[in-house]
């Protein structure tokens, strides 16, 4: 089965990234219909062949993010948030919930097609609620473009935001354009604000069990460590240690990790977080 998976998976990444959508389209059209005919789908949830950000439920995998944030980060009713690669809106709208008219809510991200479903289907209700599409080159999402996400500056300005929010952005970028999104991330926080952002983190347990996991990164290139050769930014991986020199040169205090359960290591295989997910502050 793990042979199979992974044989799949290249499979799916020697396609361009419009391939890969069209594809997720056709395989839940039934699905997506029947939803529609139903009336079943919840009204702010996507068809399931529109989202493109990760497995499980869309409603309470945004919810499990909003309550961490509130457990974690400090959110209240009245918090800016920046939801960087905000995708299909699936933080977002368990946000609506949460802030209030003196809260604000700012999301980008690089694939249109997310960006236009938000706007259309959460901005048109919470006039708090703004999103961009930033356009840039990526070999998952974008091969269209040729800027890179270390050439771009976020529209926001300086020490703006009480909480920022990266999930699943830097498990796909790699090395230059990571650092390049924490420096913005750095510049747009308020000091003293704080960040939930995950990463694939390569630390002694998950580097000696990943070999027995979908997730299993066989490339090293210098700094990181990638799945996939020819898609490079699939899945992209940084060791423990880097991770803890960026935020520490960058002046960043990690307050928490929750290690996750891609590796399958024993010590992590009962984690409630997929993805390695990291709690941080702005110190000054």
Not at 40 to 60: A, V, Y
Not at 113 to 119: A, P, Q, R, T, V
Not at 125 to 152: E, G
Not at 249 to 263: A, T
Request: with cysteine; net charge positive; glycine share 6%.
């Amino acid at each position: 089965m793990k042979k199979l998976n992974y044989l799949v998976r290249k499979l799916y990444y020697s396609l361009d990234p419009s391939s890969r959508l069209l594809i997720r389209k056709i395989i839940f059209f039934p699905i997506d219909f029947l939803d529609y005919i139903r009336g079943s789908r919840h009204p702010f949830q996507p068809p399931k062949g529109l989202i493109f950000t990760g497995r499980g439920n869309f409603i309470k995998t945004g919810k499990h993010f909003a309550d961490l944030l509130k457990k974690h980060a400090g959110l209240t009713a009245d918090s800016y948030i920046l939801d960087v690669g905000c995708g299909i809106g699936r933080l977002a709208v368990s946000l609506t919930d949460v802030l209030g008219t003196r809260g604000k809510y700012e999301g980008f991200d690089i694939v249109e097609s997310g960006i236009n479903w938000c706007k259309k289907n959460i901005s048109t209700k919470f006039s708090n609620f703004n999103f961009m599409h930033i356009p840039a080159f990526n070999t998952l999402y974008n091969t269209k473009i040729n800027i890179r996400s270390s050439h771009l500056k976020f529209p926001y300005p300086d020490c703006y935001f009480d909480i920022a929010v990266a999930t699943s952005v830097f498990t796909h970028m790699l090395y230059d354009d990571m650092i390049h999104y924490i420096e913005e991330i750095q510049r747009t926080l308020k000091p003293g604000g704080r960040a939930m952002i995950t990463f694939f983190i390569i630390d002694e347990n998950s580097k000696k069990h990943m070999n027995n996991s979908e997730i299993n990164f066989r490339f090293t290139r210098g700094n990181y460590f990638i799945m996939d050769e020819k898609v490079p930014e699939a899945n992209v991986a940084y060791s423990e240690e880097l991770i803890n020199e960026i935020f520490r040169q960058r002046h960043f205090d990690i307050l928490l990790r929750i290690p996750g359960s891609w590796s399958t290591a024993p010590i992590y295989r009962n984690s409630p977080e997929f993805q390695d997910t990291l709690f941080i502050k702005k110190l000054h």
